[in-house]
């Protein structure tokens, strides 16, 4: 069982930068995969990145390339999220994830692990 609790979110203005964070307790944090996953009102909750657990492959939906970064630091058992030029339609909640397996990583169906969310608003 692993448990999965995030944190960072707030409201900035658009061009503003956060970073979320989520730290995981339970197994072994270092052997899952992790990503990242959003969702805004009203939609379905999508994929925003992923990163295996050994770190040598990363993901990105092609609407955060360039401006996110996912990071994990195994040794504090936390990922990162690094949010830049953020704009309004990345208002959303934030939800980190992990898997046991990397399957499907950029699929919801591909983690076995959901934190609570946290909550990024972006104003224009």
């Known amino acids: 069982q692993v448990q999965l609790v995030e944190s960072g979110g707030g409201s900035v203005q658009a061009g503003g930068s956060l970073r979320l964070s989520c730290v995981g307790s339970?197994?072994?944090?270092?052997?899952?995969?992790m990503g990242w996953f959003r969702q805004a009102p009203g939609k379905e909750r999508e994929f925003v990145a992923a990163?295996?657990?050994?770190?040598?492959?990363?993901y990105y939906a092609e609407s955060v390339k360039g401006r996110f970064t996912i990071s994990r630091d195994n040794a504090k058992n936390t990922l990162y999220l690094q949010m830049n030029n953020l704009k309004p339609e990345d208002t959303a909640v934030y939800y980190c994830a992990a898997a046991e397996f990397a399957r499907a990583v950029t699929t919801r169906s591909g983690y076995d692990y959901w934190g609570q969310g946290t909550q990024v608003t972006v104003a224009s």
């Open positions: 990163k295996t657990w050994r770190g040598g492959s990363t």
């Open positions: 339970g197994r072994t944090f270092s052997t899952y995969t």
